[in-house]
């Protein structure tokens, strides 16, 4: 499957004054410019520019390959933020605007990214060219346009890492490469170079584009974000909901031995144009090919590739982690939010309860538990899928919070809890007095298996490992809750942490409690909260 970048913007000098906006495609492997699209859209505000802008480069996306994945690029907090479902949508201008470009490619294909402004030049050059045309009483011209030659091709995306996603290991490998590389990284506790130029005000409202003109902005924080909101809105108008850096739910398995479980339609066509799809023009032999070399810097560009930049930043920020974790490219990631199912009548009593016992149904205090996170991952609004395992506690579970959220339930068996063989339905100190050194062997050994046969943890982690593999695939850049027992939950923190097999017995995990571990691009992965239980109380 094709993937493309697109990267959109828009502007209006007056807010609401004369805007136009800008868009290109490019291919996510090479960084090959395969479309552009432009126009000069008459009176409107900032935001609803850079809305037309990503409708506009969508488009242009499909009209190139509607099968594609399509990861877009902006530099507007707001649409971003918007068209990722995290932050609502309320003003008239806008709503409809936002709906279409929902429609163009489905969902689950396309993942939204935040980038600094000096990292979407090309776009913003179309922008201020369709708004010069506009200005001169012209429409804006492909044949004239000097934005592509202006600007370095787009960085082809990272590849994919080499080992498992999100055990830790791919991840801090390509940390070790990027310390020991980053001869121009930034000291400890220094701002990158991201960071210092935000700090030294170059993203102020109504900085001057390289070509002279001047683009009406929302004024943008030291921090890169921007308030983006339209003259009027109220402070509700941009309300963001659950952010993707808030961690929705997790789950995590308790105790060792305790229940084991313990193309839209609407509006003009854009003046565009598609590599390949129109007569030769006096420019195009200037355009660099995919793979002639490294691009030349151009103006907002930092110094050096952006993948050399992504890294350092990647690399100063786990070796000084109060400086934070998240690269500013790597995308969108996929959030597990893990909940651990409500309680059954085993629960309690502190039972092995896996997944060759009696397979229990809730009791009325789970199902009570399983209302409660139903209603609590309602308010947040982020999940956007539910898979359980196959077991009549997390699939019960699973059914109470898809109702509230309006979505079904998928059922991935490797999401099941360890078999504990000859132990389920017993007490940890009923183990002990009919199997003392069976579970003595047990506790020293991730891979010795429990009495009669069951299943040792180290079997459980590859299975585990095996589904979450299979789930990233499936649903990558989105939040998905995974319903499901105390020993997946634990696995995969664990596994995420690159922590050894003794970390699970130093763990509690709650009935109903909610975990979240998010996987990046890079390999990394990063686990953002551990059994939360505030919404049971």
Known sequence: MREFVVEADGGSRGNPGPAGYGAVVSDAATGETLAEAAEYIGVATNNVAEYRGLLAGLRAARELDPD??????????????????????????????????????????????????????????????????????????????????????????????????????????????????????????????????????????????????????????????????????????????????????????????????????????????????????????????????????????????????????????????????APADMGAPATFVLLRHGETPLTPQKRFSGSGGSDPSLSDIGREQAGKVAAALARRGTVQAVVASPLARTRETARIVAARLGLDVAVEDGLRETDFGAWEGLTFGEVRERYPEDLDTWLASPDAEPTGGGESFAATAARVAEARDRLLAEYRGRTVLLVTHVTPIKMMVRLALGAPPEALFRMELSAASLSAVAYYADGNASVRLFNDTSHLR
């Open 68 to 325: 594609a994945r399509v990861r877009v690029r902006m530099d507007s907090k707001l649409v971003v933020e918007q068209m990722s479902g995290r932050w609502k949508i309320k003003h008239p201008a806008m709503k409809p605007l936002a709906a279409q470009a929902a429609t163009v490619f489905p969902p689950d294909r396309v993942t939204y990214e935040w980038i600094p402004r000096e990292r979407n030049t090309h776009a913003d050059r179309l922008a201020n060219e369709a708004m010069d045309a506009g200005r001169r009483g012209e429409s804006w011209s492909p044949a004239e346009s000097r934005a592509d030659l202006d600007t370095p091709p787009t960085a082809p995306l990272a590849p994919a890492p080499e080992g498992t996603p999100g055990d830790a290991t791919a991840g801090a490998a390509r940390v070790r490469e990027a310390l020991a590389s980053a001869g121009g990284a930034a000291a400890p506790g220094e701002p990158g170079p991201e960071r210092r130029r935000a700090a030294e005000g170059t993203a102020a409202a109504g900085a001057a584009d390289p070509a002279g003109t001047v683009r009406g902005r929302s004024t943008e924080d030291a921090s890169g974000e921007e308030p983006d909101t339209e003259p009027g809105l109220r402070a509700d108008d941009t309300e963001a909901g659950p952010r993707a850096d808030d961690p929705e739910a997790a789950d995590v398995p308790g105790g060792r031995g305790a229940e084991g479980d313990s193309g839209g339609a609407g509006g003009p066509a854009p003046t565009g144009r598609v590599r390949g799809r129109r007569a030769a023009e006096p420019r195009a032999t200037a355009v660099r090919a995919a793979g002639e070399g490294p691009a030349d810097e151009g103006p907002g560009r930092p110094a050096g590739s952006a993948p050399a930049d992504a890294d350092r930043r990647a690399a100063q920020a786990v070796a000084t982690p109060s400086s934070g974790w």
